[in-house]
Every structure is written in structure tokens, then in C-alpha cells.
């Protein structure tokens, strides 16, 4: 089907649920509502789109009268360089959506490879993010630090809340590698260290059934960096999904029951992460319609402290602003990635 024809469905549609609204009954209401609602910022690009059409056409209807023509002209031209920028718009509206794209996400950031020196990052990059999220007004909370002796993290998850948070985050999963000076090097070497970042979609509760039999749940006393006691009381929980054998422990909080519901939350967006990867199992191997796997053991990002870069392997970004990235200014990158995503998503579509 051509854009045009989709279009004209589509505003035949959104007229159509106007009409059955005049008439709809309590139970249909709420449903035609929605679906209205959802079309309607489409329906107002698409009205745009046609308008401008027409202008473009009347504007080159004038050309060939000689007291218009300089007018008509600039017209023309502007409304020539405008279509298709609303063309692409409304082609990237159309595309099939991600609907964990509007919703929060739980961040997970874990050193792997380089010891210390890979704790070390970590805690700099979740620090990072959680700058990030604030210069975009979204809520971070830390669920889980687990410090490590020298000022590092063994582990640490965060919530971040807000509108659209996950489509923004969700191409930071993958390898992170760091390569500079550990502070704890004599030689001046530099080292190459990874940590691994997840970045999970919310999940409500509707999204993910758990069966309470089928969770073994374990306390115990929390631990600061070097195993000493934070508490005297066992307020640590390990949440165990025996069907799946995802584990989660929190013992940020000293309440049992609040590290118990921040403990559920990430398992389920676990569970919720684990049932779209595998939905999307098909999808995710061409990987031509995608920017990355999500695959954790991608090597996404490098950071070069000696030269002062960050590049991005999967589009080939390079900057030389490591220090600001580092501040939390990760706005070029992630543009970049969803633009490149963009116009891969588009290009499949074409095919």
C-alpha cells in the first residue's frame, strides 16, 4: 500500500471513531477514546502534511505570473524543503511501536573484566547516568550500591522515572570498556577494563505473573565494602525465581520490606526483559533493522581517558570530550543512536 492510500485510511478512521464516539455506550467509549487518542497527533501531522502540499502546489501554480513570481518563488522553495521533512515524520509515526518505549527503566551496572580498576568505572559511570537523568528531569533512585573496598561498585541498580525513559537508555546495554591509568598503577600503564550495563523496561504488574510458590526468598545482614555489618538485623533480601534462576538481592534499605518491593521490581523487570527478548528472538537477528543486539556481552563503547575520547562502535561516533561525557552529557551519542535506529527501522520498512 502507498503512503497516500495509508494516509486516507488513516483520516477515514479517526473520522469514523468520531462518529461512533456520538453514539458510543459507556463500555465502548473509554476504548474508542483511546484509539482516537492515539491516532490523533498522527491525524494533525498528516493535516499538516496535505496542506502543505496544496500550498506547494499554488505557490508553483504562480510562478509563471511575472508580479508573483518572486513571492511564489520563496514559497515554493521553503515548502520544497519542508515536505519532506513532514514526510519522514509521518513515516517514523507509522512505524510499529515500541510500547516500552514511553515507560521507566531500571538501570544495572555490574564490573566484568580488570578488577578494581573495572569497580572503579562502574561507580564513575552509574554516577554518570544518574547526572544524566537529572539534566532530563527524570527521577533516579538507587536500589542497590554495593560498594566496593576501594570506592567502587561491586553492583548497583537504579530506578529512573519518567516519560520516554527507556526509548532514550535503552541502547546503553552492552560492554562498556575503559582504558587509562589505573590511580593503583606505579608504572604509568594504562589498562583496559569492561563493565557490563542493562538497561530494563519497567514492568508493571499485569506485565509479568509471578507465582509466589515459585519464589525462594532468603534474608540476611547487609554488608558495606570489606564484609562489614552495615546493621545488626537481617533487612538484606535474595529473591530467588526458581523457574527461570534469576536471582536479585537488595540491602540498600534498612527495612526488610521495602528491600523485599525494590527486590520485585527489578525481577520483574527481568522476567518482563527476558519475555520481549524472547518475542522478539526473529526481529532481533536481522541485524540490519537495529543499531545492537541488547546482547549484555556486545562490546558497545570505549573510553579513552589518555586521549580523551569516547567512541561508539556501533555507528562509528567519535568524541573527543570524554570529561563532559563523564559529567553526564550523553545527549550527541544517544541522539545519534536513535537517529541511526531511525533510519535503519525506516530503510527495513522500505524493503
Keep these: ?88 515524520e509521518i513515516r517514523l509515526m507509522l512505524l ?6 514511553e515507560r521507566s527503566a531500571i538501570l544495572e551496572i555490574r564490573p566484568a573484566a580488570g578488577g578494581d580498576e573495572a569497580a572503579l568505572f562502574a561507580a564513575e559511570l552509574f554516577g554518570a547516568y544518574q547526572r544524566y537523568a537529572q539534566r532530563q528531569g527524570w527521577r533516579f533512585e538507587v536500589l542497590d550500591y554495593d560498594e566496593s573496598d576501594l570506592g567502587g561498585v561491586k553492583g548497583a541498580t537504579a530506578s529512573i522515572e519518567g516519560k520516554g525513559v527507556f526509548a532514550k537508555l535503552k541502547f546503553e546495554s552492552g560492554v562498556h570498556r575503559v582504558q587509562r591509568v589505573p590511580a593503583t598503577e606505579n608504572q604509568g ?5 569492561t563493565v557490563t550495563v542493562a538497561v530494563l523496561p519497567e514492568a508493571e504488574e499485569v506485565d509479568v505473573q509471578i507465582d509466589e510458590k515459585d519464589l525462594r526468598i532468603d534474608v540476611f545482614r547487609a554488608s558495606g565494602a570489606g564484609g562489614q555489618h552495615v546493621n545488626k538485623t537481617e533487612s538484606a533480601v535474595r529473591i530467588t525465581h526458581i523457574p527461570s534462576g534469576i536471582v536479585v ?36 537477528a536481522d541485524r540490519k533493522s ?31 570530550k570524554i570529561d563532559r561525557v563523564m559529567l553526564g552529557e550523553f545527549d ?15 530503510a527495513a520498512e522500505a524493503d
Design 332 to 346: 550527541e551519542i544517544i541522539d545519534a543512536l536513535v537517529a541511526e535506529d531511525e533510519a535503519a527501522r525506516l
Design 189 to 193: 600503564r594504562i589498562h583496559t577494563s
Design 1 to 88: 500500500m502507498s503512503l497516500p492510500q495509508k494516509l486516507d485510511r488513516l483520516l477515514m478512521r479517526a473520522e469514523e471513531l468520531r462518529h461512533q464516539l456520538e453514539t458510543a455506550d459507556g463500555s465502548q467509549f473509554g476504548t474508542l477514546s483511546r484509539e482516537l487518542a492515539e491516532l490523533d497527533p498522527l491525524v494533525e501531522k498528516v493535516q499538516e502534511f496535505r496542506a502543505a502540499e496544496r500550498a506547494r502546489d499554488e505557490a508553483e501554480a504562480m510562478l509563471g505570473d511575472p508580479e508573483l513570481k518572486e513571492l511564489a518563488e520563496a514559497e515554493y522553495l521553503d515548502l520544497k524543503e519542508k515536505l519532506p521533512k513532514l514526510e519522514r
Design 290 to 320: 537495529q543499531v545492537g543486539t541488547g546482547d549484555r556481552s556486545e562490546r558497545i563503547r570505549t573510553y579513552n581517558f589518555p586521549q580523551g575520547r569516547v567512541t561508539d562502535h556501533r555507528i562509528g561516533l567519535t568524541l573527543h
Design 249 to 284: 538481592a537488595m540491602q540498600e534499605e534498612k527495612s526488610q520490606h521495602k528491600n523485599r518491593a525494590k527486590a520485585m521490581k527489578v525481577l520483574r523487570a527481568r522476567l518482563f526483559d527476558a519475555a520481549r527478548a524472547e518475542a522478539h528472538g526473529a526481529r532481533a
Design 96 to 101: 510499529p511501536r515500541d510500547i516500552a518505549d
